[in-house]
């Protein structure tokens, strides 16, 4: 079974609402290539190994949360940059990329998916005013020790995290990728813990200092689950096949 490209264009575009958002990059089609997609790849970032990866799977289109075309980038087609769109273009792959719309799904996002793996079963945007802000918040079922709370993210993500604080923990804001310096309006909610992707030298001294626990889990580990949902999503609703490709990425 296949969809077109198109198809595949205005499904996710009603899925994700990329209008909503002030985003840094352009979100949507952003390579064009073949029309007819039967078999869809996933993965967080438009890196080459990810493409090579795809091609070898005989991928029609690569969907990631990580694209191309960054406002502050060189815009010159040079070097590694051209060199990943040379390998799209001559095997005629599609890439679509949606950076703030996939970290915000409110169901299939990146950061409701984290929420999930955590055990929060209700999540909600913090900000719900402003779509913009990736920053999520919820409660545990009931109350648990830091340690015991980091020990289960830290299998379930497969990773280390490092973890800022102590004592107990029951309302948690979160915001996959690089959200540290949300930690402040994580703090004014009354968080006991804020978890995120990334860490900057100022994060410690703001969360010890507000009295917040936190913790940095891996911009790549917190960000692999939202581009998979949406993968499994298009492949029941559109009927073309889906693959899921995660490249390593310690950071």
């Given at each position: 079974?296949?969809?077109?490209r ?5 499904y996710?575009d009603?899925l994700l ?8 990059c352009p979100?949507g089609l952003?390579?064009e290539g ?9 993965g967080v970032t ?5 493409i090579?990866?795809?091609v070898?799977?005989?991928a029609d289109?690569i969907l990631?949360?990580?694209?191309f075309?960054w406002?502050?980038e060189?815009?010159?087609v040079?070097?590694m940059k051209?060199?990943r769109?040379r390998?799209l273009m001559?095997?005629d ?7 703030l ?5 409110p169901?299939?996002?990146n950061n409701?998916?984290?929420?999930r793996l955590?055990g929060?079963?209700q999540t909600?945007?913090?900000?719900s005013?402003d779509?913009?802000i990736?920053?999520?918040?919820g409660d545990l079922?009931?109350e648990t020790?830091l ?11 497969g990773r280390?995290?490092?973890i ?6 029951r309302k ?7 959200g540290q310096h949300y930690?402040?309006m994580a703090a004014d909610a009354?968080a006991?813990l804020?978890?995120?992707?990334e860490v ?5 001294h ?9 913790i ?11 581009v998979?949902?949406v993968?499994?999503q298009?492949a ?5 096949s ?5 490249i390593?990425?310690?950071?």
């Amino acid at each position: 079974m296949s969809c077109t490209r198109q198809d595949l264009r205005e499904y996710l575009d009603s899925l994700l609402l990329p209008d909503n958002f002030r985003d840094y990059c352009p979100n949507g089609l952003q390579v064009e290539g073949k029309s007819q997609i039967r078999h869809l790849v996933t993965g967080v970032t438009a890196c080459q190994a990810l493409i090579d990866a795809a091609v070898e799977a005989q991928a029609d289109a690569i969907l990631v949360h990580h694209g191309f075309f960054w406002r502050s980038e060189d815009p010159v087609v040079a070097g590694m940059k051209a060199r990943r769109l040379r390998a799209l273009m001559l095997n005629d792959v599609n890439l679509f990329a949606y950076h703030l719309p996939l970290d915000c799904h409110p169901e299939l996002g990146n950061n409701a998916q984290l929420g999930r793996l955590m055990g929060i079963s209700q999540t909600a945007p913090l900000v719900s005013s402003d779509p913009s802000i990736p920053v999520f918040c919820g409660d545990l079922n009931k109350e648990t020790s830091l340690s015991s709370f980091a020990q289960n993210l830290s299998s379930q993500l497969g990773r280390e995290l490092l973890i800022v604080g102590d004592g107990a923990v029951r309302k948690i804001a979160w915001c996959t990728g690089a959200g540290q310096h949300y930690i402040d309006m994580a703090a004014d909610a009354g968080a006991d813990l804020y978890v995120t992707g990334e860490v900057s030298e100022q994060t410690v001294h703001t969360a010890r200092e507000r009295g917040i626990s936190f913790i940095a889990a891996g911009h790549h580990a917190t960000e692999r689950y939202g581009v998979e949902a949406v993968g499994g999503q298009v492949a029941r609703e559109l009927g073309c096949s889906h693959q899921f490709i995660d490249i390593a990425n310690p950071a």
